[in-house]
């Protein structure tokens, strides 16, 4: 039986009473998919996630009005919370008093205030968590990854989003704040792989949160992420954990009773995944407040029922559930869906082929598809 090497020697991070890091059991957590702003529906599903055995519950905060639920959902759950920031960074002072933790993209942080440096907006996010005992996240994300890196590093994602995140530790360094951890996050195991332990080699005293985004429907969302998982903990890489998968909200707590299960049998050496995926892949977000139609996680089933025929075909195929993301989390894969109110969006490669209905769309995914293999053929 293989026993997992020792963790690596990473400091301590503290985000309100779960220590991250320096030895601590790795933590487990997730994400509320619900309407941060629906404050019964996010406070229940954060209890649901926190029964489940979630360390952490992070919540999106996208507009004044998110950040203000934050209070009563503080007042209403006892897990410790987090916040996902993306490109709302300005809303860091509104929401640090009520949290414990606070994610933010790097990729993200040139939106708005273009005049203003990133070293300026990371400072400032510093000084806010700092003032609030907030634990920090760079959380970097293939689909994101900063303009200037996508441009340093041509064809090699993972050094970009290595070098980025070297790039904030840095940064945060300078500024004399030591209170953060970092996440390097793709929808394929094997970057996730490469991009952590590259990362790891650099600065083994950064805890790392290990994820893979996108990691989609049951069963390959699991099969994904711990193909990933079983690498990197083995290694002794990793502080914290979070399992996403596409789930409908009834069955997020699966992410976490999964979480710890991969934790588990990592630890009693049993690995039970094989490091290679080949064949049909379908990514899919595990959805966020940012869903603006519930029928993401049904579409994506169908998607997955429509294209099992073509289950020998390396073809890639990303369904997102969200306006926000979407388009940039959709760009590596041979056909891209991403969910509207009423319409999904379709592209082919990076050429947008229009909106469809959510029935309709599902027709032209199965011609796309059908050409897609005609012509490699
Ligand atoms: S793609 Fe959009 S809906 Fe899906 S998890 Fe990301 S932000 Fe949330």
Redesign the pocket.
């Known amino acids: 039986m293989t026993q997992p090497a020792p963790r690596n020697p990473t400091r301590t991070v503290r985000a309100g009473p779960v220590r991250i890091g320096g030895g601590a059991p790795i933590a487990v957590q997730s ?1 509320c ?1 619900t309407h941060t702003q629906d404050v019964d529906a996010t406070a229940e599903q954060a209890r649901g996630l926190a029964a489940a055995g979630a360390d952490l519950v992070r919540v ?1 905060v996208d507009s004044a009005r998110d950040a203000a639920a934050l209070r009563e959902l503080r007042e209403r759950v006892d897990v410790a919370l987090v916040v ?1 920031l ?1 490109e709302h960074y300005r809303l860091a002072s509104e929401v640090a008093p009520w949290v414990d933790k606070l994610r933010y993209n790097p990729g993200h942080l040139h939106h708005h205030e273009r005049k203003r440096t990133i070293e300026d907006k990371v400072a400032g996010l510093a000084a806010i968590a700092g003032e609030h005992q907030c634990a920090l996240r760079v959380g970097v994300n293939c ?1 994101s990854v900063a303009p200037e890196y996508d441009s340093r590093f041509p064809g090699d994602s993972v050094g970009a989003m290595v070098a980025c995140a070297l790039d904030h530790c840095e940064l945060l360094d300078r500024i004399g704040f030591s209170d953060f951890v970092v996440s390097l996050k793709d929808s394929d195991p094997a970057k996730v792989i490469d991009a952590n332990k590259r990362f790891a080699l650099e600065r083994p005293d950064v805890p790392l949160h290990l994820g893979v ?2 990691a989609g429907l049951l069963p390959d969302g699991e099969i994904k992420t711990r193909i990933a998982f079983e690498q990197l903990l083995a290694q002794g890489i990793g502080d914290t954990i979070r399992v ?1 998968l596409t789930l409908p909200n009834d069955r997020k707590h699966e992410e976490v009773e999964i979480g710890h299960r991969i934790l588990e049998d990592v630890q009693h050496g049993r690995f039970r995944s094989v490091p290679e995926l080949s064949g049909l892949n379908i990514i ?8 603006e139609n519930e029928a ?1 996680v049904d579409l994506a089933q169908k998607v997955r029922d429509l294209t099992r025929y073509a289950s020998e075909h390396d073809v890639t195929i990303a369904v ?7 388009p940039g ?1 959709t760009d590596d894969a041979d056909l891209g869906l ?2 509207g109110p009423r319409h999904v969006n379709l592209k082919r490669g990076t050429e947008k082929l229009g909106a469809f209905g959510y029935e309709e769309v599902l027709d032209r995914v199965r011609t796309e598809l059908d050409a897609l293999i005609q012509r490699r053929s």
């Open positions: 994400m998919a999106a996902d993306q689909g985004t996108e996403s899919s977000c595990p959805s966020c407040s940012r869903v993401f997102m559930g969200c306006r926000v993301n979407g989390e991403w969910c």
